[in-house]
């Protein structure tokens, strides 16, 4: 049973250039979200995705932003890169109904210069 | 204004002996909990979990024990092995089982445990 994956493992990116983050959900599994997690610190919400629709959002800017594909995989994009954005990006896959257990891929280290 | 707070960053523990890991929240709307486990490199992994409606959850070595009155939950794992050494996450849902809406999940800053032989 394939878990939530995520490419790519790692990446850098100067600053203001534009990024974009992939993950697939696990096997059965049709909910993406998006977390941020900087160091130190716990993962952030940024976004769940369902049915191709965002329909929660955290506090994050609009130069985040995502999709969801029919056969549930999602992308995270974000524009205009600030240094601040360097984190790990983990992507979480659930059912929905059971969207408060979440399953993690093991993320994307993003570093902008 | 952090919703999830665990106050140590990190715990060290002997082989064989209880790891107690501490988490309190705030935001009395939070109605599901739950612990990850987390390895460098690594995501975060589902550990155990426990809803607001109970008390305890057990689940081999894991115990989740809930304190609604005190805002308070904490993870105790006997007997603690070597392999238990990682970064402990306690995040929060609003909309868990008692709630089939959407749920997202608020996480602490994490505790990292040390098991030593």
């Known amino acids: 049973d394939a878990g939530v994956t995520q490419s790519p493992t790692h990446l850098i990116k100067t600053r203001g250039q534009q990024v974009t983050l992939r993950c697939s959900p696990k096997?059965?599994?049709?909910?993406v979200s998006w977390y941020q997690q900087a160091l130190g610190q716990g993962p952030q919400f940024i976004f769940q995705?369902?049915?191709?629709?965002?329909?929660q959002r955290g506090n994050f800017p609009d130069r985040f932003s995502g999709h969801q594909f029919p056969n549930y995989s999602s992308e995270l994009n974000v524009n205009a890169l600030l240094l601040g954005d360097s984190a790990l990006y983990l992507c979480a896959s659930s059912r929905q109904g059971r969207s408060y257990e979440q399953y993690f891929g093991p993320g994307t280290r993003l570093t902008v210069t | 204004d952090q919703q999830v707070k665990q106050n140590s960053p990190s715990l060290s523990v002997q082989e064989g002996r209880i790891s107690i890991l501490n988490c309190d929240y705030t935001?009395?709307?939070?109605?599901?909990f739950l612990w990850y486990k987390k390895y460098p490199a690594e995501g975060p992994t589902f550990l155990i979990s426990?809803?607001?409606?109970?008390d305890k959850n057990e689940d081999g070595r894991f115990t989740v024990f809930l304190n609604k009155s005190a805002k308070h939950l904490s993870l105790h794992i006997v007997p603690s092995q070597p392999g238990d050494s990682a970064v402990y996450f306690c995040?929060?849902?609003?909309?868990?089982?008692?709630?089939?809406?959407?749920?997202?999940?608020?996480f602490g800053k994490g505790t990292m445990l040390l098991v030593s032989p």
């Open positions: 995705y369902y049915e191709e629709e965002e329909r």
């Open positions: 935001n009395s709307m939070f109605d599901y």
């Open positions: 426990i809803s607001s409606i109970k």
């Open positions: 995040a929060a849902s609003r909309g868990g089982p008692m709630n089939s809406g959407y749920s997202t999940l608020t």
């Open positions: 096997s059965g599994h049709d909910t």
